[in-house]
T-cell receptor, first 113, second 113 residues
Framework: KNQVEQSPQSLIILEGKNCTLQ??????????LRWYKQDTGRGPVSLTI?????NTKSNGRYTATLDADTKQSSLHITASQLSDSASYIC????????????FGTGTQLKVEL | DAMVIQNPRYQVTQFGKPVTLSCSQT?????MYWYQQKSSQAPKLLFH???????NEADTPDNFQSRRPNTSFCFLDIRSPGLGDAAMYLC????????????FGPGTRLTVT
């Protein structure tokens, strides 16, 4: 069964600090992995998307890594801001099959003063 | 310049009273998805349209139906809402010819009283 597991489940950090969120997956055959940011009561917004051949991708203060061999990904947030408080969801897509997505349950990040 | 629009943002309906949620898009994407997301859970795919072709997930209850009258619009009909159907409903779109990326709307928060 395809699964995406994220850790930690929740995280509190001080403004200005860095943090790293983890994602492990068992989705096969693998097509791509995305990280989304979802603010409370809003729809998910894409941060990065990586295919098999990509092992790192940045979007401003967000840097995602992918190790397709170990089926792990991380999202690193640099110099956190209060507006980074949100749920961060790792989503993995199967190759073929209509682009079916398997969602992780997210890491709830809170950035405090 | 919103790209995926959902109306209303908040909907309250009574137990058993039919309700329709709306999604429209300005992206001219050929694939449209409906997801259900309950509190602190990952989004769950209900069904999607690939062009005019309707694709239902195996575990989507019969209580949920969808219509896509044209490329831009897609509706989610809940025929007899139960208390367990209270959730955030997310619409997403994708251009199958050019991208893996799914673009999400802001969601409709459904409350069943």
């Amino acid at each position: 069964k395809n699964q995406v597991e994220q850790s930690p489940q929740s995280l509190i950090i001080l403004e200005g600090k860095n943090c790293t969120l983890q994602c492990n997956y068992t989705v096969s055959p693998f097509s791509n992995l995305r990280w989304y940011k979802q603010d409370t009561g809003r729809g998910p917004v894409s941060l990065t998307i990586m295919t098999f051949s990509e092992n790192t991708k940045s979007n401003g203060r967000y840097t995602a890594t992918l190790d397709a061999d170990t089926k792990q990904s991380s999202l690193h947030i640099t110099a956190s801001q209060l507006s980074d408080s949100a749920s961060y969801i790792c989503v993995v897509s199967e190759r073929g099959g209509g682009n079916k997505l398997t969602f992780g349950t997210g890491t709830q990040l809170k950035v405090e003063l | 310049d919103a790209m995926v629009i959902q109306n209303p943002r908040y909907q309250v309906t009574q137990f058993g009273k039919p309700v329709t949620l709306s999604c429209s898009q300005t992206l001219n994407h050929n694939v449209m998805y409906w997801y259900q997301q309950k509190s602190s859970q990952a989004p769950k795919l209900l069904f999607h349209y690939y062009d005019k072709d309707f694709n239902n997930e195996a575990d989507t209850p019969d209580n949920f139906q969808s219509r896509r009258p044209n490329t831009s619009f897609c509706f989610l009909d809940i025929r007899s809402p139960g208390l367990g159907d209270a959730a955030m409903y997310l619409c997403a779109t994708r251009n199958s010819g050019s991208s893996y990326e799914q673009y999400f709307g802001p969601g409709t928060r459904l409350t069943v009283t």
